[in-house]
């Protein structure tokens, strides 16, 4: 399917995508310094899977509770790898 034929993103939806995408980027991120080899592909499967499992999600507000959930999510991974003394971010960026 071509660019020409997708409907165009209204603002709202663009903004919306641009978060989702910071998200898994940030969540990916994350993940590469997770320093057991079997636990990081287990992390990238469950990120993808669930990115994917989601991404027909049209509706405003579920995409708002998941961005929320991915966020707490990707929170708790970085507490526990600064815990562990892996994590190389003294401070966690973000909101």
């Known amino acids: 399917m071509s660019k020409a ?6 603002l709202k ?4 995508r641009q978060e989702v995408l910071k998200l ?3 969540i990916f991120r994350t993940i590469r ?14 990120a993808r899977q669930d990115f994917r499992s989601n991404q027909q999600q ?4 579920a995409v708002k509770m998941l961005l929320q ?3 707490r999510s990707l929170t708790e991974l970085k507490t526990s790898l600064d815990l ?9 960026k973000g909101k």
């Open 5 to 10: 034929n997708k409907a165009a993103l209204n």
């Open 13 to 16: 939806q663009f903004m919306l």
């Open 24 to 26: 898994y980027r940030d």
């Open 33 to 46: 310094q997770v320093p057991d080899v079997n636990s990081r592909k287990d992390l990238q499967m469950w």
């Open 58 to 61: 049209k509706d405003e507000v």
């Open 69 to 71: 959930y991915g966020r």
């Open 84 to 92: 562990s003394g892996v994590c190389k971010e003294k401070h966690f």
